[in-house]
């Protein structure tokens, strides 16, 4: 009994607390899922002819159109808020999916990125038009892309392919529902998204933590 009470006051009780703080914006102890189970993006590939996965890391996606250099601020903030600030967590990544033919513009969107630091962990992945359009259609969000196959929201998506959002009632009570987070809005990411994605890394740390005890145990 002990025991089990040490291990909960080392272990437990540090994610509990980490949980409530990181929550005070979103009324939500768990990030509630917008839609399950959503396509793999495995077949598709980076300018290095590589492959990128979304089962098994915590993503944060996005659709850069075809003028990828108009959306650059967009990229800034997202980096410097958001990705700067979780690059460290060993599952965490940035897909931006981007259309065939825009690879110059992320050559030399990639130049000025890597300005801000690491690049590791960010992904630029190209489809055709019609494989962009089906696969935006399948997360079943109230927001369409534009004529250009873009749209300035990112989404979190967790290792099993769930993208997450709000969705229920804030501390007032009233309805809340956010699928996607506004990378035009500095305020948006540093209040909303930032407090959204730290409830999601806590609750794969909160896992890890769990099947160590477990294994432990056995």
Same mark, same amino acid.
């Given at each position: 009994?002990?025991?089990?009470?040490?291990?909960?006051?080392?272990?437990?009780?540090?994610?509990?607390?980490?949980?409530?703080?990181?929550?005070?914006?979103?009324?939500?102890?768990?990030?509630?899922?917008?839609?399950?189970?959503?396509?793999?993006?495995?077949?598709?590939?980076?300018?290095?002819?590589?492959?990128?996965?979304?089962?098994?890391n915590?993503?944060?996606?996005?659709?850069?159109?075809?003028?990828?250099?108009?959306?650059?601020?967009?990229?800034?903030?997202?980096?410097?808020?958001?990705?700067d600030?979780?690059?460290?967590?060993?599952?965490?990544?940035?897909?931006?999916?981007?259309?065939?033919?825009?690879?110059?513009?992320?050559?030399?969107?990639?130049?000025?990125?890597?300005?801000?630091?690491?690049?590791?962990?960010?992904n630029?992945?190209?489809?055709?038009?019609?494989?962009?359009?089906?696969?935006?259609?399948?997360?079943?969000?109230?927001g369409?892309?534009?004529?250009?196959?873009?749209?300035?929201?990112?989404?979190i998506?967790?290792?099993?392919?769930?993208?997450? +959002?709000?969705?229920?009632?804030?501390?007032? +009570?009233?309805?809340?529902?956010?699928?996607?987070?506004?990378?035009?809005?500095?305020?948006?990411?540093?209040?909303?998204?930032?407090?959204?994605?730290?409830?999601?890394?806590?609750?794969?740390?909160?896992?890890?933590?769990?099947?160590?005890?477990?294994?432990?145990?056995?």
């Amino acid at each position: 009994m002990k025991k089990n009470l040490v291990l909960f006051v080392l272990f437990i009780l540090p994610i509990v607390a980490y949980l409530f703080f990181a929550s005070g914006v979103n009324s939500f102890a768990k990030l509630p899922t917008i839609t399950k189970n959503i396509p793999e993006i495995s077949s598709w590939k980076t300018l290095d002819n590589k492959p990128v996965a979304l089962t098994g890391n915590i993503t944060i996606l996005g659709f850069m159109g075809q003028d990828v250099l108009k959306h650059k601020g967009n990229i800034f903030n997202l980096y410097e808020k958001i990705f700067d600030r979780n690059k460290n967590f060993k599952d965490f990544q940035m897909v931006m999916i981007v259309p065939d033919g825009t690879q110059d513009q992320v050559k030399e969107l990639q130049k000025v990125l890597v300005t801000l630091g690491t690049q590791a962990g960010w992904n630029f992945v190209f489809a055709s038009p019609g494989e962009i359009n089906s696969f935006y259609k399948k997360l079943n969000l109230v927001g369409k892309l534009d004529t250009t196959l873009a749209t300035p929201n990112v989404f979190i998506i967790d290792k099993k392919r769930n993208l997450r +959002g709000r969705k229920g009632q804030d501390k007032k +009570g009233k309805p809340e529902y956010k699928e996607g987070y506004n990378t035009k809005f500095v305020s948006e990411l540093y209040n909303e998204m930032t407090d959204d994605v730290k409830i999601i890394l806590a609750e794969y740390r909160l896992a890890l933590k769990k099947n160590h005890n477990a294994t432990k145990e056995i």
